[in-house]
């Protein structure tokens, strides 16, 4: 029997702002993606109700597996119905497939374990060939329709740092994004880039101690608290003029510049660092391959395939750095500092004036007993 707090919301990034230690997530979330996933474990819930297909077989996503894997119970597909009577406070409790709500029976799902979910898994890879079938055209069309567009000289807000000649250092919320951040902790505090935040990314820079020169995005997963640090806002808006985030900004009592644009925010980002004339960009945590995209929701990547085309060697990938490198204390590395550290010491001691008297008695000691 699990029992806990209930926490709803039809999107689960908007969920998880909320949730704290042994609540119950309630979402409705197709394909549950792995930064979703590793976001709910943050928060230490003790379990997931899923009003959809937590893994419908369109394509392997890895989240319910790193849900289960660290422990919190997966009941999965329960239904509109079941869900729709679950409301932000109630006392849920679940025993085994079976969900209580304020101690009254609602209805049940499927428990998705390692076993089930691994032969889903098994079917998804099955599909693969067909959605990147699918995906690949997808791309072609959407890139052909916008190629104009990334073609053109874009003209982006003036920037309140100074791009010319710098390296720049844009960070999106993607997979192991603050693993790869802390990775790269040296090169931050030594060459010093701009710094970009794409929506979330900004967290992730202030969190590591540093302040965000910019965020760029569509406002729906960055803090106020990011809000409020950074030196500019560049508001991500659909080509046709409209921005829904900027009435977040506008709330706040923040200004910000708005850039009408196709694609993605983390585009947007990368485009414009190159248009200001950085030396170098740091991509980090960006989406690059098909299930990102598809995660995201996105039935192409036209757009990032276009801006990557255009930007060229000035782009370097550190999606993944933590991966390839990984520093560990080596006992070589001990014995080599306490032999180090001892040879300084051994020979002060050793001259010491003690020490000296010590070795005089021994030597004549010697004499005496040798008859010298």
Known sequence: MIKGTAKVDRRTKNLCKRLKPGDIAVIYHRDVDEIAAETLVKARIKAVINADLSISCRYPNEGPKILVENGIRLIDNVGEDVAGKIKEGDTLQIDDEVIYCNDMYIGKGTILDEEKIELLMAESYKNLDKELDKFIENTLEYAKREKDFFIKKVKFPKAV?????????????????????NTIRTYIDEIKPVLIGVDGGGDALLENGYIPDIIVGDMDSVSDKCLKSCKQIIVHAYTDGRAPGLKRVNDLGLKADVVPMPGTSEDIALLMAYELGADLIVALGTHTNMIDFLEKGRKGMASTFLVRLKIGSKLMDAKGVSKLYRSGVKLSYILGIAI???????????????????FNIIRLRIKLTLGI
């Not at 997979?175 to 790869?180: S, Y």
């Not at 180090?340 to 010590?358: G, N, R």
Request: overall charge positive; cysteine-free.
């Open 161 to 181: 740092v100074d791009f010319k000649g710098r390296h720049v250092l844009v960070v999106v919320r993607g997979k192991n994004f603050r693993e790869d951040l």
């Open 340 to 358: 180090s550290a001892l040879l300084p010491i051994s020979v002060v001691f050793l001259m010491s004036p003690p020490m000296q008297q010590f």
